[in-house]
């Protein structure tokens, strides 16, 4: 590990959740979303942590709120 930097691979969950401890919100910009993506919004639901990307894949969008919508409400975490 590089001072300040924190590697996760997607999978691993338990370094994703590392990851996702260690901030209030990520900022996901790697993609394909749909093969890297949900590895991302799982850690964030598990670790109570703000999550908002750039992606343009209205499938992944559509199947992450199907999933994720009341579990993330019910945890008060954003999910964009």
């Known amino acids: 590990m590089i001072e300040g ?3 996760a691979d997607t ?3 338990d370094s994703m959740e590392a ?8 900022l996901n910009t790697v993609g394909p ?3 890297y993506g949900e590895a991302a919004v799982k850690a964030c639901l598990n670790t109570k942590t703000d999550y908002v990307d750039i992606n343009g894949e209205t499938g992944f969008i559509h199947d992450m709120q199907l999933k994720y919508d ?3 409400r019910e945890k008060g ?3 964009c």
């Open 5 to 7: 930097i924190i590697i």
């Open 11 to 13: 999978v691993d969950q």
């Open 19 to 26: 990851m996702t401890k260690s901030c209030y919100c990520l």
């Open 33 to 35: 979303y749909v093969k």
């Open 70 to 72: 009341a579990e993330a």
């Open 77 to 79: 975490v954003s999910i």
